[in-house]
């Protein structure tokens, strides 16, 4: 809109103000066509962040609906399949105890589903093995504590 209105007050064709309002919002910007005038000057100062900000919506937009494809497209194939396959069965056994365990569907869940990449996933598994001081398996007020206590005699 803004490059019709630019092309408006500069005189240009309909097809140099198109390319005009591309260039300008995906920020190319070649320089071959520019506003001369001091009005059109004055209403770039305002068109220019507004085409800038809504390319980048646009994209923006384009792109989650990519992402939800792609994810959602991944769970019909995951979730919704009624039988499970012995190769993801045994994908997904990670101690290789030929038991699943409701954590390890999940963790493999959300890789498959490109939720987490298996690096991250280690990440969050360090990091609770970390808060973890007494190595219970599970985080509660006595892990706090340890820490705190640790944390004052390392000062």
Not at 122 to 127: K, V
Request: with cysteine; aromatic share 10%; charged share 25%.
């Amino acid at each position: 809109m803004g490059g019709f209105v630019m092309g408006r007050l500069e005189g240009w064709s309909l097809v140099d103000s198109m390319y005009y309002a591309v260039s300008t919002a995906g920020t190319v910007g070649y320089g071959d066509i520019v506003p001369k005038k001091p009005r059109s000057k004055l209403a770039a100062c305002f068109f220019l962040p507004l085409c800038v900000g809504a390319a980048g919506d646009v994209l923006g937009t384009v792109a989650s609906l990519v992402w939800e494809y792609r994810q959602q497209k991944a769970y019909s194939r995951l979730v919704k399949q009624r039988e499970l396959s012995m190769d993801c069965l045994d994908r997904m056994d990670v101690d290789q105890d030929g038991k699943v365990y409701k954590e390890d569907f999940v963790n493999f869940m959300l890789v498959e589903m490109q939720f987490i990449t298996k690096e991250q996933l280690s990440q969050l598994h360090e990091q609770f093995n970390r808060l973890d001081v007494t190595g219970e398996g599970y985080l509660d007020q006595e892990d706090l504590k340890l820490m705190a206590k640790w944390k004052k005699r390392a000062k």
